[in-house]
């Protein structure tokens, strides 16, 4: 399958990815990071899937999600009749559950279904029995209960049953996941908890205050952001996969299953602009227990509980997404100096303030250990926001959020009260300005450039005007939005930098996509620029690369015509929002 094949399921802790044909080819239980027991996504179905659907394995002729929920319904038109399988991750008490609905719509239909549990990421094939007319898959600490409303045949290390559906009738499969040596979970009515899931998320999304255009796009990104959410914690993952290729058949495969403070931040701008701010509290109250300690200490990312150790290793046994080597868990760049956090999370935490989040005494007093460590360091290279694995540079795009991290403290000063060295901090952040002017701009071509001394331009420089560096009518950002438009489009869509063989930026081999974050940053620009008509047809453009459900990948690759890269994306459906609002 495709990647736009899939959609989307979860209970706020963890997620499943489900084909189109009614196959689920990853989940991660139970949590976004734990081994997957579905595995199928990047490897073979040998390595765990579950698939449910009409005999014969055709695709479903149409899927949407229940009105504003994170229930997938997906129809299948058969010669002999219609059938409905509803999908959904109910809201956890204790243990996590998946359950698959199938409804019988009009005639008869048979259905037929096939089970493969594996453990930790496909490897392990669990020792499987039968209890009470239900199936228990043990593998180490892991174990699985089946509920089938239907007898399943073992074979081949997988579990079949064909049965037939008839108008009006439901037949309720129920997948629970429990520690192996605790006792068998209770079992959930699976009705019961489909009515209370659909109340949930009715719940929260009619807490949005957005009353814009576009508003399908927008509420369906927020669901998806807030799905991405860890909610015992707060935390909020960049995506819930590992691995799937940001170049077809390439190298560049990464685990986005942790909590970048940079996506964390973007993510909560735009729950806080939609009147989220109870997800503002609670990523904030993550935010200080996982960055407690000497600010020199702070990482980029960290674990769904604010673990820091990530160690990135490969999983041979798995082929990869249509054979994209190698399978990467865990994340190298968690090591990695990238300055641009700093101003991304005092620039979070100061719209928090604005939007009305109440004060923290122990917040401000980290924000201004976290300054100290800016004003200490704001002039080294670093790994920047696109977290190069070459060499250290000075991104201009990193030294704009240092002067973004003293701006914001600046403005909490001045407007909220607090107290700090005002002075010194302003001192500092003019001569980040100053410098970045001098250093990172190119007067010959009237452009900044993606690092001191460098000719490349980037897309990360769009933001400049976004985030108040410079006016958006100021010479120097319409040079620098020109130069990106001219160097970085491709089929009308933003890459991040020049990918080429002989260039060395990131250090890796092969080309990638159109990066959308930045594709969405350039309609939001444009609507600053009063270029309101280009920037709803290219805004326009990029909803139609949204998958039927609504969902968008991490890249588009016009070479292809395809979504690329690990699914569903925080950091697209994030200025997927900024953007509706900027056009609004």
């Known amino acids: 399958m495709r990647i736009e094949d899939y959609a989307l399921i979860g209970d706020m802790q963890s997620a499943a990815l489900v084909a189109r044909d009614g196959s689920i080819d990853w989940l991660c239980l139970p949590r976004f990071d734990s081994p997957a027991c579905f595995a199928a996504l990047l490897g073979k179905e040998s390595n765990g899937h579950w698939w449910l659907g009409p005999t014969g394995r055709p695709a479903a002729d149409r899927r949407r999600y229940r009105g504003e929920t994170l229930i997938l319904e997906s129809e299948y038109d058969t010669p002999t009749g219609t059938v409905r399988v509803i999908d959904f ?81 439901r037949h309720a499969f129920v997948f629970t996941w429990h520690p192996s040596h605790q006792p068998m979970p209770r079992l959930i009515s699976a009705d019961e908890h489909l009515t209370q899931t659909e109340e949930l998320w009715g719940e929260w999304v009619s807490q949005c205050t957005y009353k814009g255009p576009w508003r399908d796009a927008v509420i369906r990104s927020l669901i998806t952001l807030k799905a991405l959410t860890y909610d015992p914690t707060g935390g909020i993952v960049a995506a819930p996969t590992t691995s799937l290729p940001e170049d077809l058949g390439g190298v560049r495969n990464w685990d986005y299953r942790y909590c970048w403070l940079r996506d964390a931040t973007m993510t909560l701008d735009a729950l806080i602009g939609s009147g989220y701010l109870d997800e503002a509290a609670s990523w904030r109250a993550w935010l200080l227990r996982a960055i407690a300690g000497r600010p020199q200490d702070l990482q980029i990312m960290y674990g769904v509980a604010g673990e820091r150790r990530l160690p990135e290793m490969e999983l041979g046994w798995l082929d990869g997404y249509e054979d994209s080597r190698p399978v990467r868990i865990g994340n190298g760049a968690v090591n990695q100096l990238q300055l641009d956090v700093y101003g991304e999370v005092l620039n979070c935490l100061y719209h928090s303030r604005t939007s009305g989040l109440a004060p923290s005494d122990r917040a401000w007093s980290i924000q201004r250990e976290l300054l100290d460590y800016v004003e200490e360091h704001w002039d080294e290279p670093d790994e920047g926001l696109w977290e190069v694995r070459g060499p250290r540079r000075h991104f201009t795009h990193s030294k704009v959020m240092c002067w973004v991290a003293m701006d914001r403290a600046i403005k909490q000063v001045e407007n909220f009260g607090r107290t700090g060295p005002v002075e010194r901090w302003r001192e500092v952040r003019q001569r980040i300005h100053d410098e970045i002017c001098s250093k990172g701009y190119d007067p010959v071509r009237n452009t900044f450039t ?38 970085l489009l491709t089929d009308g869509f933003v890459l991040r930098y020049p990918v080429a063989a002989d260039n060395d930026i990131d250090g890796l081999p092969g080309g990638e996509g159109a990066f959308l974050a930045c594709s969405f940053w350039l309609v939001e620009v444009m609507a600053m620029q009063g270029r309101t008509e280009e920037a709803r047809e290219l805004f326009e453009r990029l909803l139609t690369l949204r998958n039927d459900v609504g969902l968008l990948a991490e890249e588009y690759d016009p070479r292809y015509g395809r979504l690329v890269g690990n699914f569903p994306q925080a950091f697209s459906h994030v200025p997927l929002v900024h953007a509706a609002r900027a056009l609004s």
């Not at 699985?144 to 007898?151: A, E, G, K, Q, R």
């Not at 980037?458 to 005007?465: K, M, V």
């Not at 410079?470 to 040079?479: A, F, K």
């Open 89 to 169: 991750m109910p809201p956890r008490d204790r243990n996590p559950d998946v359950v698959r609905i199938v409804e019988g719509v009009s005639g008869t239909v048979e259905m037929s279904t096939q089970i493969r549990i594996r453990f930790d990421y496909g490897r392990i094939v669990p020792w499987v029995r039968r209890s009470d007319g239900h199936l228990q898959a043990i593998g180490g600490p892991d174990s699985i209960w089946l509920h089938s409303p239907v007898p399943l045949k073992g074979g081949d290390y997988a579990h079949r049953a064909t049965f037939h559906v008839k108008e009006g009738e």
């Open 450 to 487: 993606q690092s001191y001394g460098s000719v490349e331009v980037d897309a990360s420089l769009l933001l400049l005007p976004v985030v108040g560096f410079l006016p958006v009518d100021d010479p120097r950002v319409s040079g620098t939005v020109s130069a990106i438009e001219r160097e």
